[in-house]
């Protein structure tokens, strides 16, 4: 059985079908890792503010506990963290 020869265009043929899953693939890994990304700035701006808050409750309860804290002018500890 003699063999034909092929064509450019058929010695081609599956070519575009690689290239497309290649790059779909590489899309679909961006967009995964920028949805992990935003998720993990979410947390981290929550967590960020529960210690923040933490840290307020803890300066209002020293201060209303203690009267003053050393090394700062009388009334300013109170006056800063919204007691006056």
């Known amino acids: 059985m003699p063999r034909r020869e092929l064509s450019v ?3 081609e043929r ?3 079908l690689l ?3 290649v ?3 590489v ?3 961006m967009g995964a890792l920028a949805l992990d990304q935003g998720f993990w700035l979410g947390r981290h701006r929550a967590t960020q503010a529960a210690a923040d808050a933490s840290a307020r ?3 209002l309860v020293y201060v209303a506990n203690t009267g003053a804290s ?3 002018a009388a009334g ?3 006056r800063s963290l919204g007691l006056l």
């Open 76 to 78: 300013t500890p109170r």
């Open 23 to 25: 790059v779909f693939s």
């Open 57 to 59: 409750a803890g300066a």
């Open 9 to 11: 265009r058929e010695e």
């Open 19 to 21: 290239l497309f899953v």
């Open 27 to 29: 899309i679909l890994a």
């Open 14 to 16: 599956g070519q575009v």
């Open 70 to 72: 050393s090394g700062c």
